[in-house]
């Protein structure tokens, strides 16, 4: 696919398919070091029975780094999010056998963002519907999903039309959108199924909720790695004031339900 392509794909489905982007030799040398790695933070809430979720774990990986950072997936991803990226968030699952099913829901209800993230998924292993495989709904992206809370999962309240069931080898990639509704099946098998996801952001768009430093993933089109204290995004008044507005809003809520309760 050229560029124009891959832009209208994703701006019709809200997410595009790589097959064998990657080799499955590249895919065992990751899993591995996604194993040996260690989390930035010590808790991953969503982790339930043989479904085990491994989450900022680039941190303080240099290897892992490397891979998120290779001129192949910025090659990619630019075409998408534009020339300037940084690398929010990232998470390996394991679903192991007899795990359930993942809920339909859109990362935005999880992120708490206003901008798009972008979900860079990487089948580790092999991925279908009898192991835990990912299912998608196309056009999903375009507005915001109606959600409820299910323990710490946001889950969409409604049921999809048209669902899509990812088939992945070792070294399938599949970017889709933050707001894109995703699931994922039970694993009926006796092996596990990994994936690993990356979530990257244009350096315009800012987190309040990731510390830094932040994480540079590319700057003009080229991979540049780097580790900085802030960015474009972050020292922009907008992009803050995105947050702030919501923030005061919520803060003058509670402060009239306690002056209510006062009298």
């Not at 990812?166 to 009926?188: C, K, Q, R």
């Not at 790695?225 to 972050?234: A, I, L, M, T």
Request: with cysteine.
């Amino acid at each position: 696919m050229n560029e124009k392509e891959i832009k209208t794909a994703f701006a019709t489905d809200g997410f595009l398919l790589c097959k064998g982007l990657f080799s499955q030799e590249e895919m065992q040398i990751l899993l591995q070091d996604i194993k040996d790695s260690q989390r930035r933070y010590e808790q991953d809430e969503l982790t339930k029975g043989s479904m085990v979720f491994k989450s900022s774990i680039f941190f303080h990986s240099p290897k892992i780094q490397h891979f998120i950072t290779q001129q192949k997936i910025i090659d990619l991803l630019k075409i998408l999010i534009g020339p300037d990226i940084w690398v929010r968030w990232d998470q390996a699952v394991a679903k192991g056998p007899n795990s359930d099913t993942f809920p339909w829901h859109q990362d935005n209800n999880y992120s708490k963002l206003k901008d798009t993230h972008y979900q860079f998924w990487v089948a580790l292993t092999e991925s279908n519907g009898d192991n835990g495989g990912l299912l998608l709904q196309p056009g999903s992206h375009l507005q915001s999903q109606p959600y409820r809370y299910e323990g710490y999962e946001v889950v969409y309240d409604g049921i999809p039309q048209n669902p899509i069931l990812i088939t992945a080898e070792p070294g399938d990639v599949v970017i889709f959108s933050s707001f894109t509704l995703h699931s994922t099946t039970p694993n009926i098998t006796q092996d596990t199924r990994w994936a690993y996801v990356i979530e990257y952001m244009s350096l315009d768009h800012y987190d309040p909720y990731i510390e830094p430093p932040y994480f540079v993933a590319a700057r003009n089109g080229k991979s540049s790695p780097e580790f900085v204290r802030s960015y474009r995004g972050s020292n922009n008044p907008m992009s803050r004031l995105k947050y702030y507005i919501p923030y005061l809003k919520r803060s003058q809520k509670i402060l009239n339900k306690l002056a209510n309760y006062k009298n």
